[in-house]
T-cell receptor, first 116, second 113 residues
Framework: ETGVTQSPTHLIKTRGQQVTLRCSSQ?????VSWYQQALGQGPQFIFQ???????GRGNFPPRFSGLQFPNYSSELNVNALELDDSALYLC???????????????FGPGTRLTVL | AQSVTQLDSHVSVSEGTPVLLRCNYS??????LFWYVQHPNKGLQLLLK??????LVKGINGFEAEFKKSETSFHLTKPSAHMSDAAEYFC???????????FGGGTRVLVKP
């Protein structure tokens, strides 16, 4: 177990709706990254948050947005859901900066989103 | 820019025989390289990572990988496969500490009794 938790585990929405996914990072970590994993593919980077600021974004439209809170937990919001948004959404936490700089990201179990 | 190519989408081995999963990468920087494993309906677990120290990296569960800069490869091996090794394996590259990860397409490993 990595200590990274995500909620909910499964979610079913209809096209056009909005969804919020949540992630609690491992204790002591200050960075959260979000990935989308479509069926049969490798995860794709959505964006990363470091100390509550967006710190890099992949090739995803603006309807994918996020937040990071002072306790370093995070949310991923997706507006105007499309059928192709159906995927496993993974968050990963890491510790960046200071004397313990590390590029190892530890993943949560994911949220399976189905858009009908 | 960075990219990862996993040369085999599926690998089938018999229990007790060696496993070889092939990975080639492309990166503009001296990258960090990782192997992650994903069991069915589970998240990603880190097997091992390379960060410019020894070129032969030992990981968990008997896995190891060798970084070959001249070949831009980072192949994963295990001397003797176990039934519990059946899973999807991802080779991953990162340009710098804390940065985004770029995943290969994955290799699904089937272990036959």
């Amino acid at each position: 177990e990595t200590g990274v938790t995500q909620s909910p585990t499964h979610l079913i929405k209809t096209r056009g709706q909005q969804v919020t996914l949540r992630c609690s990072s491992q204790s002591g970590h200050n960075t959260v990254s979000w990935y989308q994993q479509a069926l049969g593919q490798g995860p794709q980077f959505i964006f990363q948050y470091y100390r509550e600021e967006e710190n890099g974004r992949g090739n995803f439209p603006p309807r994918f947005s996020g937040l990071q809170f002072p306790n370093y937990s995070s949310e991923l919001n997706v507006n105007a859901l499309e059928l192709d948004d159906s995927a496993l959404y993974l968050c990963a936490s890491s510790l960046v900066g200071g004397t313990h700089n590390t590029d190892t990201q530890y993943f949560g179990p994911g949220t399976r989103l189905t858009v009908l | 820019a960075q990219s990862v190519t996993q040369l085999d989408s599926h690998v089938s081995v018999s229990e007790g025989t060696p496993v070889l999963l092939r990975c080639n990468y492309s990166s503009s920087y001296s990258p960090s390289l990782f192997w992650y494993v994903q069991h069915p309906n589970k998240g990603l677990q880190l097997l091992l990572k390379y960060t410019s120290a020894a070129t032969l990296v030992k990981g968990i569960n008997g896995f190891e990988a060798e970084f070959k800069k001249s070949e831009t490869s980072f192949h994963l091996t295990k001397p003797s496969a176990h039934m519990s090794d059946a899973a999807e394996y991802f080779c991953v590259v990162s340009p710098a500490a804390g940065n985004k990860l770029t995943f290969g397409g994955g290799t699904r490993v089937l272990v036959k009794p």
